[in-house]
């Protein structure tokens, strides 16, 4: 398949590797230059403006929120010169309303376009570890399973592309409530002086056994440490005030996410915005500076 890459990020250049080791044609931009010449190193074709890695049969764009998709493909008019028949899809995880005003931009252009944000960080696409909360009508989800099937799993989230976005945003909300769950627990243990590193292992052995509690506890006690955090908290902080806003949308009642905001807002203001989100919001819990 004729693949178009928009966004070479972390997630990005990991997503065009893949693509390229399982045969498929890539064109690829980039702000950065070298985030280019990366993938071109590895196969795949540069494209000199946005418009041209949107002739293809397929289109993934890998941006980071809201302003940076409305920057590269509605400001520099890259959706307008998009190939008849090209099917976009956006990964990245952006508010309910952007959602909606994507769908509608999509459609006044006559381009199909799915919802498709990520569960997974970069070192889990080698493996085909990723996990694709997709929503579009059947038909178009058709076309792109198999193709896209080297990632990982597309799971279908509905037939409106909003659906996919409001599922990313609900799971990352379910991660940040096990973080915080355990930041508290284990800060509750911990001054009491029980073996903390035990009471995860046992909960994630037992009641918790699951991917998030057992990766994130190991985090929360600091017995191993995360992976790097470029971003630090700004992407939680983001994705909560994302969350809290499509709670607003849906009239539902959210009040652990308003803890989180409010915990995530204390982490920064005591100077760990530039740390994972376990280990901040654990020393929240711990109430030590």
């Not at 070479?8 to 980039?30: N, P, R, T, Y």
């Not at 889990?124 to 792109?144: E, M, Q, S, T």
Request: proline share 6%.
């Amino acid at each position: 398949m004729k693949i178009g890459i928009i966004g070479l990020g972390a997630m990005g250049k990991q997503i065009a590797l893949k693509l390229l080791a399982a045969g498929h044609e890539l064109v690829v931009w980039d702000r950065d230059p070298s985030a280019v010449e990366f993938a071109v190193a590895a196969g795949a074709v540069p494209a000199k403006t946005v418009s041209d890695a949107l002739q293809g049969e397929l289109a993934l764009s890998v941006l980071w929120d809201d302003q940076a998709i409305r920057s590269v493909l509605f400001n520099s008019a890259g959706l307008d010169g998009a190939a008849p028949g090209l099917v976009h899809m956006c990964m990245s995880t952006i508010t309910f309303e952007f959602a909606q005003e994507l769908v509608d931009y999509h459609a006044a252009r006559n381009i199909a376009f799915i919802g498709a944000p990520m569960l997974g960080r970069p070192e889990v696409i080698p493996g085909g570890g990723l996990n694709i909360l997709a929503a579009a009508a059947p038909a178009l989800l058709d076309r792109v399973e198999k193709p896209l099937s080297c990632l990982g799993r597309l799971w279908r989230m509905g037939t409106q592309p909003v659906e996919g976005y409001c599922a990313k945003l609900a799971a990352n909300f379910m991660i940040s409530g096990a973080i915080e769950s355990m930041a508290e627990a284990v800060a509750v243990l911990g001054g009491f002086g029980a073996n903390t590193d035990m009471f995860i292992s046992a909960m994630t052995e037992t009641l918790f056994s699951c991917f998030i509690y057992k990766s994130y506890g190991a985090m929360v006690t600091g017995r191993v440490p995360p992976p790097p955090t470029p971003l630090g908290l700004a992407m939680p902080i983001k994705d909560n005030a994302n969350f809290i806003g499509a709670a607003a949308k849906a009239g539902a009642h959210t009040p652990l996410a308003h803890v989180i905001k409010a915990n995530l807002a204390t982490a920064v203001a005591q100077g760990y915005e530039k740390e994972d989100w376990s280990t901040a919001l654990a020393k929240v819990a711990r109430g030590k500076n």
